[in-house]
Nanobody, 120 residues
Framework: QVQLVESGGGLVQAGGSLRLSCAAS????????TGWFRQAPGKEREFVAR????????TYADSVKERFTISRDNAKNTVYLQMNKLNSEDTAVYTC?????????????WGQGTQVTVSS
């Protein structure tokens, strides 16, 4: 079992920044690929970013490239999502997830999510 708890969401003005955190407990978090996803009202959940177990590799959705940065601190069992230059289209519930099977495999555990609201 892996328990994931997101934090850091909130209300921010367009152009502002937020840093989300995904804190893990349970199994060896540092061994697993971790991803961030988001779901806006009335829309499907979409991939945002993911990072390898060591942090050496990461990928991003085109919509957030050059604005968001994913990172991890395995000593703290935490993955971060630094979000800059936020706009109204970034408003969503952001959720982190862990893929036990590795890069490109399905995600097995999900957090509850944290709300990000960007005001224009």
């Amino acid at each position: 079992q892996v328990q994931l708890v997101e934090s850091g969401g909130g209300l921010v003005q367009a152009g502002g920044s937020l840093r989300l955190s995904c804190a893990a407990s349970g199994r060896t978090f540092s061994s697993y690929v971790t991803g961030w996803f988001r779901q806006a009202p009335g829309k499907e959940r979409e991939f945002v970013a993911r990072i390898s177990s060591t942090g050496a590799r990461s990928t991003y959705a085109d919509s957030v490239k050059e604005r968001f940065t994913i990172s991890r601190d395995n000593a703290k069992n935490t993955v971060y999502l630094q979000m800059n230059k936020l706009n109204s289209e970034d408003t969503a519930v952001y959720t982190c997830a862990v893929a036990l099977g590795g890069w490109g495999r399905p995600y097995d555990y999900w957090g509850q999510g944290t709300q990000v609201t960007v005001s224009s």
